[in-house]
Every structure is written in C-alpha cells, then in structure tokens.
C-alpha cells in the first residue's frame, strides 16, 4: 500500500499575521499550544510563540512575587499585633496586680523571636531571588527594619513584665497614673504605625510621630514625681527605681513606633525623614 501524503494546511499567526504551512503531524503538536488550531483556525508561528511564552513566564513570576510580598506583609502584621497585645496584657497585669499574667509575658517571648527570624529570612530570599527595584525594594528593607523595631518591643514588654513581678511584691509608693496613660499612647501609636503601614497613609505616619513628644512629657512627669518620694523617703527607692524603668520602657516603645512611621514614611514616597532630615 502506497503511503498517503500528509494534508498540509495554511494558518495565519495571530501574533505577526504571517502565514505558515503545517502539515498534520505538526497540527497535533501546536494543538497543545493552541487549541483553537484544531477548529482549523489561527496559530502561533514559532518565533511569536517562543516571545508569547516568555511574556506568559514573567507574568507568572510576577503575580508569585507579588503573592510573596502578600505573604510578608501578613506575617509581618501578625507579629505586630502580637507585640501590641503583649503590651496591653503586661500593663493590665500591673495596674490589676495579677503576677500571672506578667509572669505569662515574660516567659512567652520565643513566640516573637521565631517570628522575628522568620521575617528576616523572607525578606533575604526576596532581595536575592527577586532582587526588587523602587518601591518594592524600598518595600522589603522597610519590612526588615519594622521587623526589629517589634522584636525589640516585644522585648521591652519582657523587661516591663520583670519590673512588674518585683513592683507586685510591695504596695504601690502612689496610684498609678500617668503609666497606664503612657502605655494607651504607646499602643496606639504602634496601632496607628501599622495601620500606616497597611494603608500607605503618609499622613497617619506623621501623626504618629508627632505623639512621641507627649510620651517623653509622661516619663519626665513620672520620674519627678516619684523622685520625691525617694527624697521623702529612701526606702521608697527600688519601688520607685522599678516604676521609672516601666516609664522608660514604656517611652521606648513609643521610640519603636516612631521608627516605624518613619519607615513607612519612606517607603511610600521614597524619603528619609529620620533624624529630622526633611527640615533640613
């Protein structure tokens, strides 16, 4: 039997519109990359395709990089938002004298240090892998300074939940007043820094670093009231050394939250505002 002789078809490439010849065996195989081929439609001729498969890769690359980034803003707020409640437990765990709750904070810190870890070799696999230009990569270094700035706070709620265990031994030298008050600022403006973050809100970020002059108002108004008590009465000392500690714990944190309205402030318009350099 003689052999038969393959069809050959005419198929315009929808890409350049030129025309090529296929023959049979080559529909089948274009099939695959184009399915409308089988109707006797058109195709891709080989060079278009080759060009329409490495647009189809870098779209893949980049909806996976930006689902990276997702990925660590979320990890980052879960981290910041356990650092926030932290705050919150220790400080209610002092003004309700409850020594289990401060104990709780204290020895729960490994939480915030895995994250903190965890955080930092994304953001390093993202600058290697990825290597990010403008605002992604204003992005990502962001991310790697936020990311420390809620480690060391995570740590400054440990310090605070140490003082508060030796505070909760004794009577207080004095109502507690201005802490509690220095503490609600604090938390808020670690809220409102990562709401900033979150939102790319210039203008929340600014806000934000407006507060910490009242903050450091606070600790000054704690500190000369409770050295008059150790004026008074020397006895009174390590309380009082204990409570000035929690004051400046506390307006560290609020330091913290600075920094991070900063960042934020950067990596959204691309300026450096620290050390007040935008007056400059």
């Not at 709750?101 to 870890?117: A, R």
Request: aromatic share 4%.
């Amino acid at each position: 039997m003689k052999n038969q002789a393959k069809k050959k078809y005419l198929l315009q490439c929808c890409e350049c519109k030129a025309v090529v010849i296929s023959e049979e065996g080559g529909i089948k195989k274009w099939a695959k990359f184009n399915p409308r081929l089988m109707s006797g439609s058109h195709t891709w001729c080989p060079e278009c395709y080759e060009k329409s498969k490495q647009k189809r890769m870098v779209h893949r690359m980049k909806r996976h990089f930006e689902d990276e980034l997702k990925e660590l803003k979320q990890k980052l707020l879960y981290m910041g938002s356990l650092v926030e409640a932290r705050i919150h437990q220790v400080i209610k765990g002092l003004v309700e004298r409850d020594e289990k709750i401060c104990h709780e904070i204290v020895t729960t810190d490994d939480v915030v240090n895995s994250l903190h870890l965890e955080v930092d070799e994304r953001c390093l696999n993202l600058l290697a892998l990825r290597q990010p230009i403008a605002i992604d990569l204003r992005f990502i270094t962001s991310a790697m300074k936020i990311n420390s700035d809620l480690e060391r706070i995570g740590d400054l709620a440990v310090n605070i939940g140490e003082n508060c265990l030796v505070l909760l031994k004794e009577p207080f030298i004095k109502p507690l007043i201005d802490v509690p008050r220095m503490a609600v600022i604090a938390e808020k403006m670690l809220k409102d820094s990562l709401d900033a973050f979150v939102s790319k809100d210039v203008e929340l970020g600014r806000s934000v670093i407006l507060r910490d002059d009242e903050v450091d108002a606070l600790k000054d108004q704690v500190f000369r009231d409770l050295l008059t008590y150790m004026i008074a009465d020397a006895n009174t000392i390590p309380r009082a050394l204990n409570l000035i500690l929690v004051s400046r714990h506390l307006e560290r944190i609020a330091d913290h939250a600075t920094n991070i309205a900063e960042d934020v402030i950067y990596m959204v318009i691309g300026k450096d505002i620290r050390h007040h350099a935008e007056e400059k």
